[in-house]
């Protein structure tokens, strides 16, 4: 892989609740269209690390910057959200009485403020965008239907493009494959394998097959920070990662 240098850097990152310690002194680089996954325990500090980089949680310590530029830190959620960082909860949030197609337009981003300008990748017109976007999530031929009406695999496709129609320049996908079928299980692992390169995709997941069926680079989180980093292969031949899943 070429690299093009970190899009996002989270340096030294604490957070505390109660003086307990859900991160601890996190680092995590990620490099401008990589797709990273990111794995660890329960209580590891997985959902705390994004809501930090999106803004919801504000660290104690520590610094979040997007490009060299940017201090996320001082960014309002709903800038970060419309500015280039893209989060897909687990639970798609479709709006199931719109078409697909209407759902796409929907989430189009309609003002384009300097940040925009400045964290958004170059697109055509936004119906082409939108035709662009539905072959990438393979629901072309279900543009016209309901969203209420498409299986749980296709919704949660229809959301990831929705995030799409905003040009995320980083996107975090939250356990993308819990109960889907075998089926949609493949189709999602060349959906967010197609998508890097254009994006920086960044995916929590517990599903082991799943991770190693995609991911180029592995962060395994415990504690709060990381604990090991690499292919899938490295990290789980790594004593220290077989002791902490040992022991869940
Ligand atoms: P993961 O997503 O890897 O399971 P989390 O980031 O959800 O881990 O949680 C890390 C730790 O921080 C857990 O022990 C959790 O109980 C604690 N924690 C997370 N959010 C809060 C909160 N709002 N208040 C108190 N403790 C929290």
Redesign the pocket.
């Known amino acids: 892989d070429v690299s093009h240098g970190p899009i996002l850097y989270v340096e030294g990152v604490s957070v505390s ?2 003086g ?1 310690k ?2 601890n002194d996190l680092n995590l680089y990620i490099d401008d269209g990589e797709l990273r996954c990111i794995i ?10 994004m ?1 930090v980089i999106t803004g919801k949680t504000r660290p104690d310590t520590g610094s979040v910057y997007f490009g060299q530029r940017i201090d996320l830190l001082r960014q309002p959620e709903h800038v970060i959200a419309r500015g280039g960082i893209g989060r897909k909860f687990q639970k798609p949030t479709v709006f199931e009485a719109l078409s697909v197609f209407d759902n796409l337009e929907l989430a189009t981003a309609s003002n384009k403020s300097v940040w925009y300008t400045l964290t958004h990748a170059l697109t055509g017109t936004q119906r082409d965008r939108i035709d662009e976007v539905l072959e990438l999530i393979g629901l072309a031929d279900q543009r016209r239907q309901l969203a209420g009406a498409l299986s749980h695999g296709q919704k949660q496709w229809l959301e990831i493009g929705m995030l799409l129609m905003q040009n995320p320049r980083v996107l975090l996908v939250d356990e993308p494959v819990a109960g889907m079928t075998g089926e949609e299980v493949e189709h999602t692992a060349a959906l967010l394998t197609s998508l890097a390169g254009r994006h920086s995709v960044i995916v ?1 997941e517990h599903d082991m097959a799943f991770v190693r069926s995609i991911a180029r680079k592995v962060t395994v ?1 415990h504690q ?1 920070s990381v604990l090991a980093e690499g292919t899938m292969d490295q990290v789980q031949n790594d004593p220290r990662v077989i002791e902490v899943y040992l022991g869940e």
Do not use: E, S
């Open positions: 609740f109660d307990f859900a991160l660890g325990p329960n209580g590891a500090g997985k959902t705390t690390m809501d929590v989180l709060g």
